[in-house]
């Protein structure tokens, strides 16, 4: 028998929900370990707090003198929460969170120790994180990084340590993290957006990009993930036959939580809700044992760093309920995979939301430039749009019927697209009275009626305008939000630049008033973008064709999809920002082109390791209990002994072939895998695994899940996908 998935299917069944006792209310936790404003005026002194918000707000630096002050408070607020050490907390190019840990500790001179914090320690550190990917802008024997304090996200304490967010950097100064490029493109928006929003509100004086960010993933209980060394190593199954049923009864679907997930969800929005992350809504997914988990929006930067930390936490805390989550993109083959919604928008310091009409016919004038300046920077940039949620693992789900195609396109629903067609046809140049009286009437001042009856949602568009808000839903559940925000930031940037450029030039030009000019731009806007705007169905194969026509991007893999990355388009976009420079952008290219290789190899070895010592002995097994049974036959029946053994012979027969077309697939991978290892140009090396040896996982897996049919369910190692999905 094969007493690991055995086992392991008992262990599940005798499972509990693990207990969770809510006593006190949600709003009461929110933020405790948090060092929140609230904190601060506790623990700091009027001077340092003024500093640290100054910091914030304004971006000021802080004085030497006053970081020694913050650096004090803190730790005297740490540790009255029971922290005893300190990390810098940063989230460098390998996608998941870094921190080594410190002790509030120091020897004195007279063999006594006392608990100390330094501003130099709270602002800056150097981890010899050597190790840590950085796409050759450091050479190891000069490994030298360092991280510095980002007062814009608050410190908080997970366990006994007080994490201060923080940037890394190499001492030469290129970014080597997420963090740095996305706070430069929340700059460099801020300064454009605010420039333009002046044109209709003076009290403006800063703009910040809003993210609300959706997480999918599954729960598996963790003695059957153990069971499965594909799922453990890769984060999802290479092998395994469809279950007899799967999601096609739609039945998981915001159906009531099973309780021991429900417990875990419990237990998981209490460590969130203590660590200031505002979760909001948790439901039941498509696919069975799927499940999501959404917070209140917050500033992007903030938001950014929830989600690294959720991620985290939820690995911490499924340890404590038997789970393994799964953030892969594909778990299973057949089932819906996840994702990770990026709801986006523009909000003001005076309150509003740029991307939300309003009462008044400025308002929502200001709401469609902000709209249409959105959708025209998706039209010129959507290849480097589609850069950034290229990855290994959502390949898999990209442009698989239940995700968004491969092609960036927006979905604004049906009444605002009746707006832009009237706005197109502004006249060119002065508008008359009369027009413009009718606009502002029947057009502009019609929008908030139109929008609340706006229900059409088009669950297959890649980028979508939901009523106050963009939601890039093509976003991978394992990414980190920062890549494509850093992104989706600069492009608006940039375009809102032009824009301002534009409007300024027909005021001083033409002597236009303002309002005619900005109608006057946004009309040519509307028409210039017109092709990325598509309301139809994302998933058909017409709209394959219909896109290329339109001569929209279409890669369907990682590394076609990532050369954007360094066109000069990109480059002229993230240095005329002065977002990254040509190094940095060069450098996460290698990063992540390398780590496309990477990603297949491990499932290359993993697949065929997997055959050849799981299921190839186990179908030989098999194979001989069925000789054995054609030998008793034979003996019984002697000549005629085929009559009686002819199905068991017919399986022996079929064993073998299957055995023989796993080898050979086995076989000519690792030989297309040499031969891709043997390339030295990274870009030709990724090429090369993607179409040379990534094919062949189709092959091995055919076989060896054609075999799980044949072969004595009492024999098959590998815990089953009913299994896996079903138990709960
Ligand atoms: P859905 O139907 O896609 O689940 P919801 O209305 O529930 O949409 O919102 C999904 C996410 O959008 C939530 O995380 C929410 O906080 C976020 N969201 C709402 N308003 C904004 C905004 N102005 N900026 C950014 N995110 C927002
Ligand atoms: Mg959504």
Same mark, same amino acid.
């Given at each position: 028998?094969?007493?690991? *998935?055995?086992?392991? @299917?008992?262990?599940?069944?005798?499972?509990?929900?693990?207990?969770?006792?809510?006593?006190?209310? *949600?709003?009461?936790?929110? %933020?405790?370990?948090?060092?929140?404003?609230?904190?601060?005026?506790?623990?700091?002194?009027?001077?340092?707090?003024?500093?640290?918000?100054?910091?914030?707000?304004?971006?000021?630096?802080?004085?030497?003198?006053?970081?020694?002050?913050?650096?004090? %408070?803190?730790?005297?607020?740490? =540790?009255?929460?029971?922290?005893?050490?300190?990390?810098?907390?940063?989230?460098?190019?390998?996608?998941?969170?870094?921190?080594?840990?410190?002790?509030?500790?120091?020897? #004195?001179?007279?063999?006594?120790? $006392?608990?100390?914090?330094?501003?130099?320690?709270?602002?800056?550190?150097?981890?010899?994180?050597?190790?840590?990917?950085?796409?050759? @802008?450091?050479?190891?024997?000069?490994?030298? %990084?360092?991280?510095?304090?980002?007062?814009?996200?608050?410190?908080?304490?997970?366990?006994?340590?007080?994490?201060?967010?923080?940037?890394? $950097?190499?001492?030469?100064?290129?970014?080597?993290?997420?963090? =740095?490029?996305?706070?430069?493109?929340?700059?460099?928006?801020?300064?454009?957006? =605010?420039?333009?929003? *002046?044109?209709?509100?003076?009290?403006?004086?800063?703009?910040?990009?809003?993210?609300?960010?959706?997480?999918?993933?599954?729960?598996?209980?963790?003695?059957?993930?153990?069971?499965?060394?594909?799922?453990?190593?890769?984060?999802?199954?290479?092998?395994?036959?469809?279950?007899?049923?799967?999601?096609?009864?739609?039945?998981?679907?915001?159906?009531?939580?099973?309780?021991?997930?429900?417990?875990?969800?419990?237990? +998981?929005?209490?460590?969130?809700?203590? +660590?200031?992350?505002?979760?909001?809504?948790?439901?039941?997914? #498509?696919?069975?044992?799927?499940?999501? +988990?959404?917070?209140?929006?917050?500033?992007?930067?903030?938001?950014?760093?929830?989600?690294?930390?959720?991620?985290?936490?939820?690995?911490?805390?499924?340890?404590?309920?038997?789970?393994?989550?799964?953030?892969?993109?594909?778990?299973?083959?057949?089932?819906?995979?996840?994702? /990770?919604?990026?709801?986006?928008?523009?909000?003001?310091?005076?309150?509003?939301?740029?991307?939300?009409?309003?009462?008044?016919?400025?308002?929502?004038?200001?709401?469609?430039?902000?709209?249409?300046?959105?959708?025209?920077?998706?039209?010129?940039?959507?290849? $480097?749009?589609?850069?950034?949620?290229?990855?290994?693992?959502?390949?898999?789900?990209?442009?698989?019927?239940?995700?968004?195609?491969?092609?960036?396109?927006?979905?604004?629903?049906?009444?605002?697209?009746?707006?832009?067609?009237?706005?197109?046809?502004?006249?060119?140049?002065?508008?008359?009275?009369?027009?413009?009286?009718?606009?502002?009437?029947?057009? #502009?001042?019609?929008?908030?009626?139109?929008?609340?009856?706006?229900?059409?949602?088009?669950?297959?568009?890649?980028?979508?305008?939901?009523?106050?808000?963009?939601?890039?839903?093509?976003?991978?559940?394992?990414?980190?939000?920062?890549?494509?925000?850093?992104?989706?930031?600069?492009?608006?940037?940039?375009?809102?630049?032009?824009?301002?450029?534009?409007?300024?030039?027909?005021?001083?030009?033409?002597?236009?008033?303002?309002?005619?000019? $900005?109608?006057?731009?946004?009309?040519?806007?509307? /028409?210039?973008?017109?092709?990325?705007?598509?309301?139809?169905?994302?998933?058909?194969?017409?709209?394959?064709?219909?896109?290329?026509?339109?001569?929209?991007?279409?890669?369907?893999?990682?590394?076609?999809?990532?050369?954007?990355?360094?066109?000069?388009?990109?480059?002229?976009?993230?240095?005329?920002?002065?977002?990254?420079?040509?190094?940095?952008?060069?450098?996460?290219?290698?990063?992540?082109?390398?780590?496309?290789?990477?990603?297949? &190899?491990?499932?290359?070895?993993?697949?065929?390791?997997?055959?050849?010592?799981?299921?190839?002995?186990? #179908?030989?097994?098999? &194979?001989?209990?069925?000789?054995?049974?054609?030998?008793?036959?034979?003996?019984?029946?002697?000549?005629?002994?085929?009559?009686?053994?002819?199905?068991?012979?017919?399986?022996?027969?079929?064993?073998? /072939?299957?055995?023989?077309?796993?080898? /050979?697939?086995?076989?000519?991978?690792?030989?297309?895998?040499?031969?891709?290892?043997?390339?030295?140009?990274?870009?030709?090396?990724?090429?090369?695994?993607?179409?040379?040896?990534?094919?062949?996982?189709?092959?091995?897996?055919?076989?060896?899940?054609?075999?799980?049919?044949?072969?004595?369910?009492?024999?098959?190692?590998?815990?089953?996908?009913?299994?896996?999905?079903?138990?709960?």
């Amino acid at each position: 028998m094969a007493t690991l *998935r055995f086992n392991a @299917i008992k262990k599940t069944f005798d499972r509990k929900p693990v207990e969770i006792n809510e006593v006190e209310r *949600r709003s009461e936790l929110f %933020g405790r370990n948090v060092f929140s404003k609230r904190a601060m005026r506790q623990y700091l002194t009027s001077d340092s707090y003024k500093s640290v918000i100054n910091a914030i707000d304004k971006g000021d630096k802080i004085e030497r003198q006053l970081a020694d002050h913050i650096s004090t %408070g803190m730790k005297e607020w740490a =540790t009255s929460k029971g922290a005893t050490h300190y990390t810098h907390w940063f989230q460098p190019l390998t996608g998941s969170t870094a921190e080594k840990h410190d002790a509030f500790f120091e020897t #004195v001179d007279d063999n006594s120790a $006392i608990e100390k914090f330094s501003g130099q320690q709270l602002v800056q550190q150097e981890p010899d994180a050597s190790s840590l990917p950085n796409g050759g @802008i450091r050479n190891t024997f000069e490994a030298r %990084g360092y991280t510095a304090w980002d007062p814009t996200s608050p410190a908080f304490i997970w366990g006994t340590t007080l994490c201060i967010p923080t940037i890394f $950097i190499a001492y030469t100064a290129e970014a080597l993290d997420y963090k =740095t490029p996305l706070l430069k493109s929340i700059t460099a928006l801020d300064k454009a957006a =605010t420039d333009v929003v *002046r044109y209709f509100d003076k009290k403006v004086n800063k703009v910040t990009a809003t993210l609300g960010w959706e997480q999918e993933y599954f729960l598996i209980d963790s003695a059957l993930a153990a069971s499965r060394p594909d799922l453990m190593i890769s984060g999802r199954t290479l092998l395994g036959h469809s279950p007899a049923k799967g999601q096609q009864l739609h039945d998981h679907y915001f159906g009531s939580i099973p309780s021991r997930a429900l417990n875990y969800m419990r237990d +998981l929005e209490h460590e969130c809700l203590l +660590l200031g992350i505002p979760v909001k809504t948790r439901h039941n997914e #498509v696919a069975p044992n799927q499940f999501e +988990l959404a917070p209140i929006f917050e500033e992007v930067n903030l938001a950014v760093d929830h989600n690294s930390l959720l991620m985290h936490v939820m690995e911490k805390v499924a340890e404590r309920h038997n789970f393994v989550v799964l953030f892969h993109e594909k778990p299973f083959k057949g089932i819906n995979g996840s994702g /990770k919604h990026n709801n986006w928008s523009l909000a003001t310091d005076t309150g509003s939301n740029l991307l939300s009409p309003g009462k008044t016919p400025t308002k929502n004038l200001s709401f469609l430039t902000f709209f249409v300046n959105t959708i025209k920077a998706v039209y010129e940039n959507e290849e $480097i749009l589609r850069a950034t949620i290229a990855s290994a693992s959502n390949d898999h789900r990209l442009g698989a019927g239940e995700a968004p195609p491969a092609i960036i396109s927006v979905f604004i629903g049906s009444q605002l697209t009746k707006v832009l067609d009237e706005l197109e046809k502004v006249t060119d140049g002065k508008l008359s009275p009369q027009e413009k009286t009718d606009l502002k009437l029947n057009v #502009v001042g019609k929008i908030p009626e139109i929008l609340l009856d706006n229900t059409d949602r088009n669950r297959t568009s890649p980028f979508a305008f939901t009523g106050n808000k963009f939601e890039l839903r093509a976003v991978g559940s394992t990414a980190n939000c920062a890549d494509p925000m850093t992104v989706l930031n600069s492009i608006v940037a940039k375009q809102l630049i032009e824009f301002k450029q534009e409007v300024d030039g027909l005021i001083s030009s033409k002597k236009m008033k303002k309002d005619d000019a $900005i109608f006057n731009v946004l009309r040519d806007y509307i /028409k210039k973008s017109s092709k990325i705007r598509f309301e139809g169905d994302g998933y058909g194969k017409a709209w394959e064709e219909e896109a290329e026509s339109r001569g929209l991007s279409n890669y369907r893999n990682t590394p076609e999809a990532l050369k954007s990355k360094i066109s000069k388009k990109a480059i002229d976009l993230f240095t005329q920002l002065e977002i990254m420079n040509e190094t940095e952008i060069k450098a996460r290219f290698d990063i992540e082109i390398e780590d496309y290789s990477k990603h297949i &190899q491990i499932e290359g070895r993993l697949i065929g390791d997997i055959a050849r010592n799981h299921v190839i002995p186990t #179908v030989i097994k098999y &194979q001989n209990v069925l000789i054995k049974n054609v030998k008793g036959l034979k003996e019984i029946y002697g000549k005629d002994f085929k009559d009686q053994a002819k199905e068991q012979m017919n399986i022996i027969e079929a064993i073998s /072939k299957h055995i023989a077309h796993i080898n /050979k697939n086995i076989d000519q991978m690792i030989d297309a895998r040499k031969k891709a290892n043997h390339i030295e140009d990274p870009v030709k090396r990724a090429h090369l695994y993607c179409d040379e040896v990534k094919p062949f996982f189709e092959d091995i897996r055919y076989h060896c899940d054609k075999l799980e049919l044949l072969v004595d369910d009492e024999l098959w190692p590998l815990t089953k996908y009913r299994e896996l999905l079903f138990t709960k």
